[in-house]
């Protein structure tokens, strides 16, 4: 007889993990069966966040930045360092433990919560039978289970270039971009988002020297216009090439190098050879080989699992959490998700708020913003204030030698009510968690005006940006 459980979560990614400990928080009988393997064949829950995302990026991106800080911001501070010498693979070594012990923390935290895991790859195996939906596991686990309900948190996979695909070796998605092993001398990056952003950033501190070719005239199209313009003098004052307006033509790979054709924003035909190529442009939801068509499972017309606002499938007692489904590509949003949709199987009344989910692009400045960008205000018609402060009248950012950038504040021009907050600079990720739960609570800028912020800290200038927006800066 096939096991039985209240509910079957399918991946193990943020959006997976997380609804399967809060289900099982609430009571029910979970399993989470995920198909990610470590080169060991063992399971590594966590998915792309967890094994080739958001972990093993960060973790490159600080130690790049110890060592581009190590190579110049030291001296400022009165520290020589002589012999400085990359260790490439101490470093990537260190990345990996770091991701091995969030596959492991996931591990514990379902045996802690009693979520029984099965590694391997979970298929709808036909039609909802008394027992709920048989799903076929194949892999190290070889088993048919079945749930009352299930959760699809499968994910999404890097979207390919037509005619140059991944080899992972020359041409790489976020998974090789993130396991190089020598500092190629010139590296090409195809999209200037964020992944392209972020890994061009850790290969150039290494050494690479780096070319970014996007194809949408504007960078950074998402961002606060006045970001993003100051985001792209920085980055192109580090060293990144950023070339926008390209669209790319045949790419050809060499033995150890691989060419690029494309027309820039002048209409000149251009080739360049890289010795590695990074293309980013963008995801696609992961439906494959989940037997979707055995149950009737409803796709939109972008490939996404179709869900309504509380995240059901078309199917009863069938949801979907995550990158598989629309809203933006972010862990903490599949994590919101996944918490809202095991609060609904229990009745209660889970939700996410798609206003408030902060981004964050780790940068250096980072950038982080939430809510709407100037531009949309202007495009939806909303009378709305401004108010910037930058970082270089900030005493922190000045003690720790890190001035860059500003923090902004919008709000609604007649209740003052916050409308969005934009930072670039440093910490702008921790900085930014102030501004949603003032947005959550529904704040005005002159809440966050009135409120005491500890001295010396960063978190002045958001006060100081608030206030900025009647034209009270103190320190401005
Ligand atoms: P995933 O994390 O993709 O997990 C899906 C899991 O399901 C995988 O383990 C997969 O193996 C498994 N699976 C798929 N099909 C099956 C099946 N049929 N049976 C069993 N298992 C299956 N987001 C942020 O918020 N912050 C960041 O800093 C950040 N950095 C990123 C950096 C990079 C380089 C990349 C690529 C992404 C980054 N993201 C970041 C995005 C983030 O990784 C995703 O939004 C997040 O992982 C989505 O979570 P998920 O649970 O929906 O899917
Ligand atoms: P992205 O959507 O951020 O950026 C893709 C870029 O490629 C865009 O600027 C786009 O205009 C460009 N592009 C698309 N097609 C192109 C073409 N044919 N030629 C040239 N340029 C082209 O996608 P990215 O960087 O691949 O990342 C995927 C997602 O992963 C992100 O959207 C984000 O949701 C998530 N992510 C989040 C991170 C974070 O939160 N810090 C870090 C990395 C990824």
Redesign the pocket.
């Known amino acids: 007889m096939s096991k039985q459980f209240d509910v079957v979560v399918i991946g193990a990614g943020p959006g997976g993990y997380i609804a399967a400990i809060r289900a099982a928080q609430l009571g029910f009988s979970v399993a989470c069966v995920d198909a990610w393997e470590n080169e060991k064949g063992g399971p590594a829950p966590g998915g792309t966040c967890t094994n080739v995302?958001?972990i093993p990026?960060k973790a490159l991106l600080q130690s790049s930045e110890h060592f581009e800080h190590a190579g110049h911001a030291f001296k400022e501070h009165g520290i020589d360092v002589a012999g400085l010498s990359l260790n490439l693979g101490q470093m990537l070594k260190r990345k990996d433990g770091v991701v091995k012990q969030n596959n492991d923390g996931i591990l514990y935290l379902f045996k802690k919560n009693k979520v029984t895991f099965f590694h391997g790859r979970a298929a709808f195996a036909g039609a909802a039978g008394a027992d709920g939906y048989p799903l076929a596991i194949t892999g190290p686990a070889n088993e048919t289970i079945t749930g009352k309900q299930v959760i699809i948190a499968t994910g999404s996979n890097?979207?390919q270039?037509p005619g140059a695909e991944f080899d992972e070796k020359l041409i790489l998605s976020?998974t090789g971009a993130l396991a190089i092993e020598g500092v190629p001398a010139k590296l090409g990056v195809?999209?200037?988002?964020?992944?392209?952003l972020?890994m061009g950033s850790v290969w150039r501190r290494l050494g690479s020297d780096v070319t970014v070719?996007?194809?949408?005239p504007v960078f950074?199209?998402a961002v606060d216009e006045q970001i993003a313009k100051e985001a792209n003098k920085l980055f192109t004052k580090q060293g990144l090439k950023i070339n926008l307006g390209?669209k790319?033509g045949a790419i050809t790979k060499g033995d150890n190098s691989v060419s690029v054709a494309y027309e820039n924003a002048k209409g000149e035909a251009i080739t360049a050879e890289f010795d590695k190529l990074i293309i980013?442009?963008?995801?696609t939801p992961n439906t494959n080989g989940l037997g979707a068509d055995q149950v009737g499972l409803a796709l939109d017309e972008r490939g996404f699992i179709a869900v309504d606002d509380d995240c059901k499938t078309n199917l009863p007692g069938v949801w979907a959490v995550g990158d598989v489904v629309r809203g933006?590509?972010?862990?903490h949003k599949a994590e919101e998700e996944g918490v809202a949709v095991a609060e609904r199987m229990a009745g209660q009344h889970g939700h996410t708020n798609f206003n408030t989910i902060p981004?964050?692009?780790?940068t250096s400045p980072e950038i982080a913003w939430v809510g709407r960008t100037e531009q949309q205000l202007k495009a939806d018609g909303v009378a709305y204030k401004a108010g910037t402060f930058p970082f270089l009248a900030n005493g922190r950012a000045r003690a720790l030698g890190d001035t860059s950038g500003m923090v902004k504040f919008l709000a609604d021009a007649t209740t003052d009510e916050i409308l969005g907050v934009h930072i670039i600079g440093p910490m702008a990720s921790e900085l930014i968690s102030e501004a949603v739960v003032a947005m959550e609570f529904k704040a005005s800028a002159e809440d966050i005006a009135r409120i005491c912020h500890a001295h010396p800290s960063l978190s002045e200038a958001t006060k100081e940006a608030a206030l900025a927006i009647d034209k009270r800066t103190l320190n401005f």
């Open positions: 995302g958001c990026s890097a979207r270039l976020n195809i999209g200037a988002g964020v992944i392209g972020e070719l996007e194809g949408l950074l199209g390209c790319i980013s442009i963008g995801r933006p590509m972010l862990a981004w964050v692009i780790y």
